[in-house]
């Protein structure tokens, strides 16, 4: 009987060894709060500011950035509004969705292209080659 109880509790104490060992899963902040990363870029060829927000009306931190640069903002994951704006008065947006852990970037383009009278226009576009608002020679004189 004792030699039985010995050998239960050795088959116990080491099934409980080789259980308690399982790896246990982590998870990334990222994945537990649920935030990514959203790197807004200027190729406009013109200083200019962006900004990422949740709504049309939110308020975030504007930054101003060089053509070619761009700033970082770490954001909750779902759709979120990324900005452009010349002057910081006058703002296009675009929309995206990111996910959580994401770390994406979104770049505003321009094109010159020439206007009906003769003048010079300046087309900001998306990611996708959309034209989100047109801005004529006048406009860009006048910043």
Not at 16 to 24: L, R
Not at 74 to 86: E, K, L, N, P, R
């Amino acid at each position: 009987m004792k030699k039985i109880l010995m050998t239960l509790v050795a088959i116990i104490f080491t099934a409980t060894i080789f259980t308690s060992c399982e790896p246990v899963e982590t998870r990334k902040d990222c994945e537990i709060n649920s935030y990514g990363e959203m790197t807004i870029r200027n190729s406009t060829g013109f200083r200019g500011y962006v900004d990422c927000t949740y709504t049309r009306n939110g308020v975030n931190y504007e930054a101003y950035v060089n053509s070619g640069s761009s700033h970082k903002y770490q954001m909750d994951a779902g759709s979120v509004y990324v900005w452009f704006s010349f002057n910081g008065n006058d703002w296009v947006y675009d929309t995206e969705y990111l996910s959580s852990c994401e770390n994406t970037t979104y770049t505003w383009y321009y094109d010159k292209k020439k206007s009906t009278d003769g003048g010079l226009n300046l087309e900001i576009k998306n990611e996708e080659g959309e034209v989100i608002k047109t801005i004529t020679e006048f406009e860009i004189g006048q910043r």
